[in-house]
């Protein structure tokens, strides 16, 4: 009954591959994220999904691409990757019901680029 | 510019003292309010929020967080606390610009030990 789900939980990769991460959600959530958490734990929104629309796109290296195949998923896709991208992705999602809903956060993919 | 801070990296207590982690926000208009929790890995939970109405506002294992608009603050409190809160705790407040509406802005965490 996982409510946020993340796929890989650790994704270590050498520079310059692409690599995907993988979220779902199944509390019929309309609204869904992706978060950076770098190593001082600061956090960082990238994207944020409304019903398979985008409406918050940060300023993020366009090596980051984020697809919604349906509103109960949302993937990351990054291209070339970096050292710097060496972080923690969380997925979160929120209820599209009245606008001050709380998120709910997936467990978060612990990415290492060497 | 809207923004949230949280003014010390870490707090420290002991088991059974009451604990405070602080916040302040800048943002115009009301402002929409929330802690979240963070334990080792792992994602956060949201633990409360402020919307509107009574200014102290109860969450979830037992912390309240009280809203003072004239200080621009929305400290998070328990009256006792439990090695098991050990862990890092996020203020957020809701983006107020036009378009922004699904986003939070996050105050960069604080670090809260509790001694046995």
């Known amino acids: 009954d996982t409510a946020v789900s993340q796929t890989p939980k650790y994704l270590v990769t050498q520079m310059g591959n692409d690599k995907s991460i993988k979220c779902e959600q199944n509390?019929?959530?309309?609204?869904m994220y992706w978060y950076k958490q770098d190593s001082k734990k600061f956090l960082k929104i990238m994207f944020s999904?409304?019903?398979?629309?985008?409406?918050i796109n940060e300023t993020v290296p366009n090596r980051f691409s984020p697809k919604s195949p349906d509103k109960a998923h949302l993937n990351l896709h990054i291209n070339s990757l970096e050292l710097g991208d060496s972080a923690v992705y969380f997925c979160?999602?929120?209820?599209?019901?009245?606008?001050?809903?709380?998120?709910?956060f997936g467990p978060g993919t612990r990415l290492t680029v060497l | 510019a809207q923004s949230v801070a949280q003014p010390e990296d870490q707090v420290n207590v002991a088991e059974g003292n009451p604990l405070t982690v602080k916040c302040t926000y800048s943002?115009?208009?009301?402002?929409?309010l929330f802690w979240y929790v963070q334990y080792p890995n792992r994602g956060l939970q949201f633990l409360l929020k402020y919307i509107t109405g009574d200014n102290l506002v109860k969450g979830s294992y037992g912390f309240e967080a009280e809203f003072n608009k004239s200080q621009t603050s929305f400290h998070l409190k328990k009256p006792s606390a439990l090695v098991s809160d050990s862990a890092l705790y996020f203020c957020a407040v809701r983006d107020m610009n036009a378009g922004n509406n699904r986003k939070l802005i996050w105050g960069l965490g604080t670090s809260l030990a509790v001694n046995p």
């Open positions: 979160a999602s929120s209820p599209l019901r009245g606008l001050v809903n709380e998120q709910f």
């Open positions: 509390l019929g959530h309309d609204t």
């Open positions: 999904y409304n019903n398979k629309e985008l409406i």
């Open positions: 943002v115009s208009g009301n402002p929409y």
